[in-house]
């Protein structure tokens, strides 16, 4: 029974390997929605916000919507 499972998902794997996705989007840095201008200069002087550590790494649809999720590892 195991040896069937393992087959079965070696298969599957092998079969997923060779599908290739499809690039439709593309950033090189994560930018934030401030209310103002000032607050983001301001962001960026103290060290809040250093857009270079932002790591997107999830991402979701929903309906007409992408979620993004960006976890704060660092500053």
Request: charged content about 20%; overall charge positive; hydrophobic content about 50%.
């Amino acid at each position: 029974m195991a040896a069937k499972f393992l087959i079965i998902c070696g298969l599957v794997s092998l079969a997923s390997a060779t599908i290739k996705l499809q690039e439709i989007f593309s950033w090189n840095v994560v930018d934030w929605n401030y209310p103002d201008q000032f607050s983001k200069q301001q962001a960026l002087r103290t060290g809040a916000l250093i857009p270079e550590n932002a790591l997107p790494v999830g991402i979701e649809r929903w309906k007409n919507k992408l979620f993004v999720s960006v976890p704060r590892w660092r500053s």
